[in-house]
């Protein structure tokens, strides 16, 4: 994958949606309850307060959204399409392809008066997720200003429901008490909306403006209502960070307006993350715009026509039960992103949905954490570093039928990565098939291997054990993590090129020589090519770690881990830097050049395994056991340190 400079910043360090504060806590996305107690309004062709233009009292701007939205079908039925085209009813087949999706975004005016700092945090984060998710999406412009259509059943106190009268569908009598729309508590503008009329007689073009249309919102595909609150919401859930809804659509279904709602406190902190902001905003977008219980049966299926929105046929039901009541999505790119990530043909491999606090036999709006883990999708969001756009997600994103995906954007998920259909099942995360779950609680390193981690669950994983993230100082990137006691016998260095590995060292000293369980330690690396790889640790030469292998250290006694297929096979997972010189400009396509080492830029040469100087290899099977076994006198101990260390202010401080 090559990323420009300009997209640097946002490689390797998408995510979030809401913080576990606590060890134990949830990190949650209330999307579901939020969309579920709203109803959002669809322009229909023939919908409520949609009219041919020639019965409007005033000229039409024929290039206007609303004016194609009002046109009525019955008006138009019995016309062929070039006639109706030739009418101007019915805009020419659009002759540009796809275009980054143009996402407005509106702030309310508010009581929220937010600081400078404030202000600017949440700037930079809302624009760095526009940007990100413009350059994935793209859509059908439509010509001429965005208007949102207003909800007859607002305004309107009877529609005419005689399929023979002309104003069939039209509002027959005002609601006196009509004031005005709003998208979740967001008040929509009278500008942003289209206008309304009342038509006293069924049969009669007379009619009443109920009110005038806005000039709406040029240059626009999604308008994007954010607002900043300390609401009920936030304040009753704790680890909500943000929430969103979705409120109207366009004529093809697809959303054209919501709302993101960010919980003020999580601007203010003082541990206030960048990149978990802008995950956030972008997990909530992606719901608002798609990814959603509500809209997965909206979705429709383009294959036959070349253009997103042009030619489509509704998807219908697209969420079926597997054979073991996983609730999944079956749609073509997704079945086809998910056997390609775990390396399966399996047909029955839908999308799978989090089941978690659903009642049976229904959906949510997320990715399964057990499957998905590390998804922007996913329910549980962790680390910010460890949050990725992957290529399920924008799998999903193309089978809604109204974007086209730069599916070539997809950032490495890893999690699973070719683990087979089975992955992430209940049966199966429990019996150490896999090396991405684990039992018991023991230290060791997150499947990134940028972090140490512990062995933990939480109700998401249903019993599943996984290595997160330490809560304090876990980044083995980080200097400032070190142990400034008298450790050294671990052998370990931080810096930027440090990564986690399972490990037993203890260096030989006249001390009195004790032997350390396995945990997780931070030891610099080197990339040598494609899943090959040296590591340094205190006082040792660079030495060769071959994947899949253990290997000692002159001058230690035990053994450290060398993953598989963990490490120097996916460019874009990099610690967080801001300093893009620390990275190569771009990664070449050839798979053995990107893989050249970031820190030091020099190419070094295999070393064939007999001169592996101070390593015994042994089988990693044979490694495990001795693993199991060496997790035991200094066990306790250790969790002792683990509590001390969760300090929970830290975690999030990046
Ligand atoms: C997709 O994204 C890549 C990387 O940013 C870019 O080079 C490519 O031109 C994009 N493709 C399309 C069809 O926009
Ligand atoms: C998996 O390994 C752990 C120790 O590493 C052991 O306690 C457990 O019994 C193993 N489980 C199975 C199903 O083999
Ligand atoms: C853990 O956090 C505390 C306070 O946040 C800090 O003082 C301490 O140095 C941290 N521990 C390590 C090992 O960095
Ligand atoms: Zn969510």
């Not at 640097?8 to 998408?14: F, N, P, T």
């Not at 299926?301 to 042009?310: K, L, R």
């Not at 684990?438 to 054990?465: I, S």
Request: hydrophobic share 35%.
């Amino acid at each position: 994958m090559a990323f420009p400079p300009s997209q640097r910043l946002w490689v390797g360090m998408l995510v979030v949606v809401v913080v576990a504060e606590l060890p134990g806590a949830q990190q949650k996305c209330i999307f579901d309850e939020v969309q579920a107690q709203l109803r959002v309004v669809r322009a229909a062709p023939n919908g409520p307060g949609l009219r041919p233009p020639e019965v409007q009292g005033h000229p039409v701007n024929s290039g206007r959204r609303t004016s194609r939205q009002r046109r009525s079908k019955s008006l138009l039925r019995g016309l062929s399409v070039k006639q109706r085209r030739s009418l101007g009813w019915i805009a020419p087949p659009a002759p540009a392809s796809p275009q980054p999706i143009r996402i407005h975004t509106w702030i309310p005016r508010g009581r929220d008066d937010l600081s400078d700092t404030e202000k600017e945090r949440l700037k930079s984060a809302v624009e760095e997720a526009v940007r990100v998710v413009s350059s994935l999406l793209s859509v059908n412009r439509a010509p001429g200003p965005l208007l949102l259509s207003r909800d007859i059943n607002k305004y309107c106190k009877f529609i005419w429901s005689n399929s023979r009268s002309t104003n069939y569908n039209r509002c027959g009598r005002a609601n006196s008490n009509y004031r005005n729309e709003t998208c979740l508590d967001v008040t929509i503008p009278d500008d942003h909306l289209a206008g309304c009329d009342v038509y006293p007689e069924p049969d009669s073009p007379h009619r009443t403006v109920l009110r005038p249309a806005g000039a709406g919102l040029p240059d626009t595909d999604f308008l994007l209502y954010l607002h900043i609150q300390s609401t009920d919401k936030c304040r009753a859930e704790p680890d909500v960070l943000a929430y969103a809804v979705h409120c109207r659509t366009d004529t093809h279904g697809r959303p054209v307006a919501g709302v993101v709602v960010i919980c003020r406190d999580r601007l203010t902190e003082a541990s206030y993350n960048h990149q978990a902001t802008v995950q956030t905003v972008i997990h909530e977008l992606f719901h608002a715009l798609g990814f959603s219980k509500d809209l997965f049966h909206t979705w429709t299926d383009c294959s036959s026509s070349s253009q997103a929105g042009a030619g489509c046929s509704p998807r219908g039901k697209v969420i079926h039960s597997d054979g073991s009541d996983q609730m999944r999505i079956y749609t073509p790119s997704v079945i086809s992103a998910l056997q390609t990530h775990l390396a399966s043909a399996d047909p029955e491999l839908g999308g799978p949905l989090e089941n978690l606090g659903v009642p049976s036999g229904r959906v949510s709006s997320h990715w399964e954490s057990r499957v998905l883990r590390g998804s922007i999708m996913a329910a549980v969001l962790e680390d910010s570093t460890a949050v990725r756009i992957d290529p399920v997600t924008l799998a999903a994103l193309q089978d809604t039928g109204w974007y086209t995906v730069n599916q070539s954007q997809a950032q490495s998920l890893v999690w699973g990565e070719g683990e087979g259909a089975s992955f992430g099942s209940l049966s199966t995360c429990q019996d150490n098939s896999s090396s991405f779950f684990c039992t018991g609680r023991r230290l060791g390193c997150h499947f990134l291997h940028l972090h140490k981690g512990e062995c933990q669950t939480d109700p998401y994983l249903e019993g599943c054990g996984v290595f997160k993230p330490l809560k304090n100082a876990s980044e083995c990137w980080i200097k400032e993590n070190a142990r400034q006691s008298a450790d050294d016998w671990s052998g370990e260095i931080l810096g930027f090129d440090s990564r986690c590995f399972f490990s037993s060292l203890t260096r030989q000293s006249q001390f009195p020589v004790f032997s350390s369980s396995v945990e997780g330690r931070c030891y610099r690396h080197r990339c040598v090519g494609p899943n090959r790889y040296q590591i340094q640790v205190s006082g040792s030469e660079w030495v060769d770690c071959p994947a899949g292998f253990t290997i000692q250290i002159k001058g230690y006694q035990g053994l450290v881990f060398c993953p598989d297929r963990r490490l120097c096979l996916y460019p874009d997972i990099t610690p967080p830097s801001d300093d893009t010189n620390m990275f190569p400009t771009s990664y070449a396509s050839d798979p053995l050049e990107m893989l050249t080492s970031a820190q030091d830029g020099t190419w070094l040469p295999l070393r064939p395994p007999t001169e592996l100087t101070v390593s015994t290899a042994l089988c990693l099977t044979a490694a495990a056991c001795l693993l199991a076994a060496l997790i035991v006198s200094y066990r306790k101990c250790r969790s002792f340190m683990v509590r001390i260390h969760n300090i929970p202010e830290d975690h999030s401080n990046l």
